[in-house]
């Protein structure tokens, strides 16, 4: 049930309305919040932003770290169900190649099996190629220590450098075994610059200066590690904390001038004053484990002179905030204008596919927001299909679906119908002498001169067969005069064949003959076919008896004649007395026991 207010409200309006409602809630909302902690709470604010900063931290190592700990398990399955062989260094150096290239913070992968000989891959920085390596750690007490913590199962190990590249790695091991014997071990090496670069490119003020620790003593990532730090070697792949060129970092530890601070943060988070130097610094962190076997301890510090200008920072962008949310309700109208107008389009498309003008309905212009272009892209995709749909399947079904909308009003059932069969009259002669475009051209314009006649009487063109034509009356509508519309069809065409024959003549072509049968009787008609293939057709003995008649023109006008129109004593008593037809006698039709009395429809020129 439609209510009185369905359809009477513009969508522009209630677009522009409704965002500009929401743009000057959410945004009076946020800076209410916002004033009341500027005013009440600026401390809690910035460390709260300090907080945040950490969790980005924390995320970042996991994202970093843990395509690492898939990779590595992810080889030693495919090595373990003995999917690739690391005897086979071509095979297995291209798995290992492909899982380096798809994980870009991985320097190196290796597989070092239980004799500790080892094939690994690794990158230049230098250069975008990756190298196949093989080598012999039976001498390595390190590697071999490591080999044994690796048979407990999967593991980080400690950070290793690598003087070539001048980078730290961390190290994920994976045990491999086959049959539940360890055959050895996949192991990733990754880079841990990244971290610096991720943590220092937001700046200190609002989130501090930011650090992550390996274990309480091992600096992994800090700004001043974005480029080159000195003294890292293989026995100390990561600067000491407790001379780290940044001195506040350095005194993290130290329990002079330190107190601790009650801040509301979750479960994990540790905060403390540290006074140093006549200045507070205000330290935030959190210990994840997990990624080593040293805890890492990621955080920031920022001084208490930081909150004043924080206030300064808030209280202009407040006022700007007032002229944003100004220039956000003017933009907020033309944006509900501007989304409003294709589906203002859309609805007067959808409405002419309503009313049947599939072929006078324009395709919808696409749109920058992407929902209302999928819309514009599926529209247009149905359109199409309907064009194509309409061109395949006969008009009047294509108009009852679209119509009733029901595929139950096509379903099979018996009924009166009336069916006609024309067929082209020595189409063999006509047609040898032309080639095959010539053909098609030659049978389109008849078929184009049948359909409209048919059509124009309220007939179902059902399908084409060579240069036939099967068409009904009676289905899908309900009968309402069939045969006498059937008949007043078989009559156009015949003026339209002879107006197309004085045509051809004055252009040198020979004339076309046609022989149409007409027959009225019970069939079934529906849906016929295999699911997923139908067609809407008729069957039974009316179809056969209306192509008997057609067929039966050969036999009657064996000397030939330009038109025939044979119809059934079913058909001609049916009509009224505005149809001439004229008994032609009894014939026996083929396929069909006794006889069946033949009229000729006459009533058009040459035939009156």
Known sequence: MIGRWHGKIPIA??????????????????????????????????????????????????????????????IAEKIAQG?????????????????????PQIGAVLFIDKDLQSISVGRDDQSTEIDLFTADFSQDSIVRDNMAKVRKGPIWLKPIWRDRVQKT???????????????????SAVSVEQLSNFISEKGFDTTGNRFILYGRNQVLAH??????????????????????????????????????????????TDSFV?????????????????????????????TASDIPEEVRRFVAALSAGGIVLLLSLIAAIILGRRIARPI?????????????????????????????????????????????????????????????????????DARELTVMFTDVVGFSSISEDMSAPEVAA????HFSLIVSCIEAEGGTVDKFMGDAVMAFWGAPELPSHDPERACRAALAIAVAMQKDNKKRQLSGQPSVGIRIGIHTGIATVGNIGAPGRLNY????????????????????????????????????????????????????????????AVFELGGYPGNE
């Open 344 to 412: 203002v389009k859309f609805s007067a498309a959808a409405g002419r596919v309503r009313n049947l003008d599939v072929s006078k309905v324009e395709e919808l212009p696409g749109s920058i927001f992407r929902e209302l272009n999928d819309q514009s892209v599926a529209f247009n995709a149905m359109l199409r299909a309907l064009r194509w749909f309409e061109m395949y399947v006969p008009r009047k079904i294509v108009e009852h679906l679209i119509r009733h909308g029901d595929i139950q009003d096509t379903n099979s």
């Open 442 to 445: 030659f049978i389109n314009s």
């Open 223 to 268: 700004w001043l590690l974005m480029d080159e730090y000195p003294d890292r070697s293989d026995n100390q792949p990561l600067p000491s904390l407790d001379t780290f060129s940044d001195p506040v970092l350095a005194a993290i530890w130290q329990s002079q001038g330190r107190r601790e601070l009650p801040l509301d943060f979750p479960l994990g």
């Open 83 to 103: 999917e690739i062989d690391p005897a086979k260094p071509d095979e297995f150096g291209l798995l290992l190649t492909g899982a380096l290239a798809a994980v």
């Open 537 to 596: 057709t008729i069957i039974g003995d009316t179809v056969n008896i209306g192509q008997r008649l057609e067929q039966l023109g050969k036999q009657v006008y064996s000397h030939g004649r330009e038109i025939s129109i044979l119809i059934s004593h079913e058909t001609a008593r049916k009509l009224s007395s505005e149809f001439k037809s004229v008994s032609i006698g009894n014939f026996k039709l083929k396929g069909r026991a006794g006889d069946i």
């Open 13 to 74: 309006i209630t677009l522009a309305t409704a965002i500009g409602i929401l743009v000057l809630a959410a945004t009076g909302i946020v800076s209410a919040v916002a004033v009341w902690l500027a005013k009440n709470n600026t401390f809690d604010l910035l460390s709260a932003n300090v907080y945040q900063a950490i969790s980005a931290d924390v995320t970042q190592i996991e994202l970093h770290l843990r395509p690492a700990e898939h990779q590595t398990q992810f």
């Open 169 to 187: 790695y961390l190290n994920r091991a994976h045990p491999v075994r086959r049959n539940g014997e360890f055959i050895g071990a996949v192991v």
């Open 274 to 302: 540290l006074e140093m130097f006549d200045t507070e610094y205000v330290f935030l962190y959190k210990t994840l484990v997990g990624y080593g076997q040293q805890p890492m301890i990621v955080g920031a510090y920022f």
